[in-house]
């Protein structure tokens, strides 16, 4: 068993479900229920394999990558098959394979207009290859095929059975993300370019395996050609995230988008953005990191603010769930930016505990729509007197997304906030103290426009057009058993932080090391004086060079 | 002294009691201090008003924030950042405009069109030499072969 997972684990998770998606359009379009159990099939076969790899993970190993793969694909450029997971991206593949299994079956009652539910599924399942591609891959080409993978679908979801603005938002989505997506692909080739594989083992010099880049390969490339290449990444990954300034395309995307396209949108598709920083950005170039991160932090807790101020101003309960998203990534930013062990873990639990809670809050949002037909909050309100369970489980996920502590939002927020008390040696204290206290207010303002939604939406008795309305029933058993696994979790990861910490905690760890060729300094993030210790990397890592 | 304190202040809100009884505001006296005193009075306004904390707190900070500051904030959002990515997708378009109807169809396809009257043209010209006529074609062999040879002295 063990042999079979390390050869074909990670590749059968990442692809059954393409399969799958192949199998869907095989099936003869007027066979629903084939179908929806194909559909379904395939989605929970990728879920298996997920627990498995889960089962067999060695935590005790987690900073390691495991169930390596290491195949050539691409001879002429160096590119090779290379996927592996570690204590990073195992929680990220788990909750995607969660995900998608709970939208396919909260999709089964109604697919939104215009149906076609073959369509809709077998775009759902090329969609989750995408995004588990993502978390698994290891050779920057690889990582950037999948990445991109994950447009097309979202992109047809938006523009097929998004809403009314569906086109403008469908494109622009596509649009924007490719922009980035395009500066991040210059700044791989640049790497590619300009890092020395050997001195991070390899025998070829021109690389895109992810081990080698974050391995000390980087460490001869010129303090000024860092700083462009980790500006290129910056811009692909924080279009993603999204970062203040470069959000606006989510408010739209996330608005128009059909119910579980919204829900996969928060719940995985804005992870991809702080993988990458977690994953690429930070660990390839410790140097430029750390010359970016006030920026980062400062366009963290602007967004924190400004999310939050967006979400006060909002008429639309979907759209005020989608503005709290900028808010919420604010605060994975944050802990990204202090560059400690403590702040990217904060930063790894933020990503999954937004992706259960925010992705359950589309799911009521999107109930709540087809119930009462709108999103106007002037003109819900009453829920908890019609549909009591749902209302209930709204004020759960109001919670949990403000974070209350015992819930799951508490562990990516509180310890963000911590974290830039202390940030990393090299940078500066007072400004990261000032990005803590501006966090904090952010965390009264979160209270604020969320709980005021749970005012408008689930308070007081319902307005007359909907008193009578057969359409406002309470949560149906379909809906429950989309949503119980993402409560339980909520909950569990609230009381038991330490499931997802002992996992991410070497993975972070191993992640911030800064290589040390021949004996040169480790650790230069940790130095105060950081620049002299990469400069002194730089010269050891070119005599390496210039001696073999 | 501390008993005597004491017994006025019992005292005090024994009276006022009574005249909370009798239907008056509790803290008011029609003889009291603040009807006496102007600044009693603004100071007796001042404490049941809370020093204005409340005031502060529910009127200018939270509305202040839910209001003009949120809807300043998303009115730049909508209007500022958004308007640049919408103006970078209009002013896309309208270069593409530019390139494909000033560029694209006069200058490039323009020239490829030109090339093709020109060869047409030149082709009708070439077309009157052709006569048919030996001597015309010995004439213009032996014109052209001299051309070339006083070429050739000059260059070499």
């Given at each position: 068993m063990d042999a079979f997972l390390n050869g074909w684990g990670l590749t059968l998770v990442t692809f059954v479900p393409l399969v799958g998606a192949v199998l869907v359009m095989a099936v003869?379009?007027?066979r629903e229920l084939w179908l929806k159990a194909a559909a379904l099939g395939s989605s929970l076969v990728a879920a298996l394999f997920a627990i498995l790899l889960l089962a067999r993970f060695s935590v005790s190993r987690a900073g390691e990558l495991q169930y390596v793969v290491d195949r050539p694909w691409i001879d002429v450029i160096n590119s090779r098959y290379i996927m592996g997971i570690d204590g990073i991206s195992l929680p990220l593949l788990l909750l995607t394979a969660l995900i998608v299994p709970l939208c396919i079956v909260y999709s089964f009652g109604h697919f939104p207009e215009p149906r076609n539910p073959k369509a809709f599924l077998a775009l759902l399942l090329v969609l989750e290859t995408g995004m588990i591609g993502t978390f698994t891959a290891q050779d920057l080409i690889l990582f950037f095929v999948f990445f991109e993978i994950v447009l097309l679908p979202m992109y047809f979801m938006i523009g097929v059975w998004g809403g009314e603005n569906r086109r403008y938002a469908a494109i622009k989505f596509f649009l924007y993300t490719l922009f980035g997506s395009a500066l991040m692909l210059v700044s791989f080739l640049a790497m590619f370019f300009l890092a020395d594989g050997t001195l991070a083992g390899l025998e070829v010099a021109r690389t895109f395996d992810m081990r080698a880049l974050s391995g000390?390969?980087?460490?001869?490339?010129a303090r000024t050609s860092q700083l462009w290449i980790f500006a290129g990444m910056f811009l692909g990954f924080g279009i993603k995230v999204p970062m203040f300034p470069f959000h606006t395309w989510l408010p739209d995307a996330h608005t128009e988008a059909p119910t579980v396209g919204s829900v996969i949108l928060a719940a995985v598709l804005l992870k991809l953005g702080t993988y990458g920083f977690v994953r690429v950005a930070v660990p390839m170039l410790p140097e430029a990191a750390a010359a970016w991160a006030p920026v980062i932090g400062l366009l963290a807790v602007i967004g924190i603010i400004y999310g939050a101020l967006g979400c006060l101003a909002q008429r639309d309960m979907k759209r005020l769930i989608a503005f709290s998203s900028v808010a919420h990534m604010g605060f994975v930013m944050l802990g990204i930016a202090t560059l400690t062990p403590f702040g990217i873990n904060a930063a790894v639990f933020g990503m999954v505990a937004h992706g259960l809670i925010t992705g359950m809050l589309f799911f009521l949002a999107g109930s709540v729509k087809d119930r009462?037909?709108?999103?106007e909050m002037s003109r819900l309100g009453g829920l908890l007197q019609q549909a009591p369970r749902m209302g209930w489980i709204l004020g759960f996920c109001v919670m949990a997304s403000l974070g209350l502590?015992?819930?799951?939002?508490f562990w990516g927020e509180f310890p963000a906030i911590l974290a830039s008390y202390n940030p990393a040696e090299i940078l500066n204290e007072a400004v990261f103290r000032s990005y803590m206290v501006i966090a904090a207010v952010g965390t009264v303002l979160a209270a604020g426009y969320l709980l005021w939604m749970l005012q408008k939406t689930a308070f007081g008795t319902a307005r007359e057009e909907f008193a009578d309305s057969p359409d406002v029933t309470d949560a149906s058993p379909r809906e429950y058993l989309a949503w119980a696994p993402l409560l339980v979790l909520i909950v569990v990861l609230g009381f038991f932080p330490r499931l997802l910490h002992e996992a991410t905690d070497p993975a972070v760890r191993e992640s911030l090391q800064v290589e040390a060729v021949n004996g040169a300094p480790g650790d230069c993030l940790e130095v105060s004086r950081g620049e002299d210790c990469f400069e002194r990397l730089r010269r050891v890592s070119e005599q390496a060079t210039g001696g073999g | 002294m501390a008993l005597t304190g004491a017994g006025v202040a019992v005292a005090y809100y024994r009276r006022v009691d009574r005249r909370a009884a009798a239907g008056g505001a509790a803290t008011e006296l029609a003889d009291g201090p603040t009807s006496r005193w102007t600044a009693a009075r603004l100071g007796h306004t001042l404490l049941v008003q809370k020093y204005y904390l409340d005031h502060l707190y529910t009127g200018i900070v939270a509305k202040g924030t839910a209001g003009p500051i949120a809807r300043g904030a998303y009115w730049f959002n909508q209007h500022g950042i958004d308007e640049v990515v919408n103006q970078a997708g209009r002013k896309a378009v309208a270069a593409g405009h530019v390139v494909y109807d000033?560029?694209?169809?006069?200058?490039i396809d323009g020239v490829v069109n030109t090339t093709g009257t020109a060869s047409h043209g030149a082709g009708e010209e070439l077309r009157r030499?052709?006569?048919?006529k030996v001597q015309q074609y010995a004439g213009v062999m032996f014109v052209a072969s001299v051309v070339l040879a006083a070429a050739l002295i000059l260059v070499l």
């Open positions: 003869p379009s007027s000390g390969a980087t460490a001869g490339i009462y037909h709108t999103m502590p015992g819930l799951a939002g | 000033r560029i694209d169809q006069k200058v030499m052709q006569t048919g």
